[in-house]
């Protein structure tokens, strides 16, 4: 079984950018209510769908290079990576249904 990934500022190239697979990224912090929110459902997607998606995480609190660098405002922000470019961006909490929906169209 598949679990979230934790990446880092020094991580997140190796992890997230040079990927063999699509890669969901949340950019979360330990005190967002709606992030822990979205943490079981991501550990969820992670499991179901391991041979096609990478599930990582980076906390912003402790790693807000990436975040700065790639335009995080609030969180939780989950951004799907394909061949290390993101294509989709999604902000704020959502139910389980809502974000396969935006993220089917890219698994193969």
Known sequence: MSKPVPV????FEAEVLEADRL????????WCMPCLMVEPILEEVAAEYAD????????????????TRLGIMSIPTLIL??????????????RKRSLLERIKPYLT
């Open 81 to 94: 990576f394909k061949n290390g470019q993101p294509v989709e961006r999604l902000v704020g909490a959502m």
């Open 23 to 30: 890669v969901l990224t949340d950019f979360w912090a330990e």
């Open 52 to 67: 096609q998606l990478k599930v990582a995480r980076i906390d912003v609190d402790s790693n807000s290079k990436m975040a």
């Open 8 to 11: 880092t500022d020094g991580t």
